[in-house]
């Protein structure tokens, strides 16, 4: 949202805003709460952590949303004032949930499997991880084998479009964008960390198919349209456990 003082801010601009974040913030939950085949992903630790983010983001927006609709617009400026205080030390809020998440993810990053992926601590590559874990599902459970019927095909495309929906919103962009719109009634900015992405998507050397296949999909729109290569490096994976190395 481009920065506009208070002043010429208007009721429309700022209900627009509000609802194209939510139009964003809630198909991620819905997702979060169960991802098709990534139960045991939506499960993990930090993904938990990152739900409580994004249920964080629902919350402020819906409540923001709420009192601009029922009060106007005259009273959304004390009412951000009250909660950015009030937020400040709270373990749950808003901020501090972010600084966990990113504390963690770091941590994540750090581990032998996750650095093999040449994974960063930012939430696209946390999203991309999803599709490396979810095969191992798919093997495991023997959802996946050498014979891939149209039905499995069918599963496994969606798989993706839902996963790419997950991967276009980033925590970080829509933080950014609440922080900066709150900023505007508080005039106060908020810091936020993150760690920068290398917009050059260069590949590192690696043996793994899956570090290949993470790097097209970070330069494609329609991941769908990819299912062929999701369907090699889930079989290269089946017939290697290097693949997964």
């Keep these: 949202m481009k920065h506009i003082p208070i002043r010429d801010q208007t009721y429309d601009m700022v209900n ?63 009412e951000l004032v009250t909660w950015h205080h009030a937020q400040k030390r709270d373990p749950k809020g808003l901020i501090q949930r972010y600084y966990r998440w990113q504390e963690e993810l770091c941590r994540w990053t750090s581990q032998p499997e996750q650095q093999s992926l040449k994974l960063k601590p930012v939430w696209q590559d946390y999203v991309l991880y999803s599709l490396f874990f979810s095969g191992k599902t798919w093997h495991e459970t023997g959802l996946y084998n050498d014979h891939v019927t149209p039905e499995i095909e069918l599963v496994l495309r969606h798989h993706l479009e839902q996963t790419e929906l997950l991967f276009k919103t980033d925590l970080y962009q829509i933080y950014t964008e609440i922080l900066q719109f709150i900023a505007i009634f508080i005039e106060e900015s908020i810091f936020l960390p993150c760690v920068a992405i290398n917009p050059a998507l260069v590949e590192a050397p690696s043996t793994s198919p899956w570090l290949h296949f993470f790097n097209i999909l970070r330069t494609h729109d329609t991941w769908a349209d990819k299912i062929q290569a999701y369907l090699q490096v889930l079989g290269s994976t089946d017939s290697s456990k290097e693949a997964y190395v």
């Excluded at 098709?36 to 819906?62: D, H, K």
């Excluded at 923001?64 to 959304?76: A, D, I, P, T």
Aim: charged residues 20%; aromatic residues 8%.
């Design 16 to 78: 627009d805003h509000l609802t194209a974040l939510l139009e964003r913030v809630i198909p991620a939950l819905d997702l979060l709460h169960g991802l098709p085949f990534s139960s045991r992903w939506t499960e993990q630790p930090l993904t938990l952590q990152a739900r409580g983010c994004f249920q964080e983001l629902e919350s402020v927006l819906l409540r923001l949303w709420s009192v601009l609709r029922s009060s106007g617009l005259e009273f959304l400026e004390p």
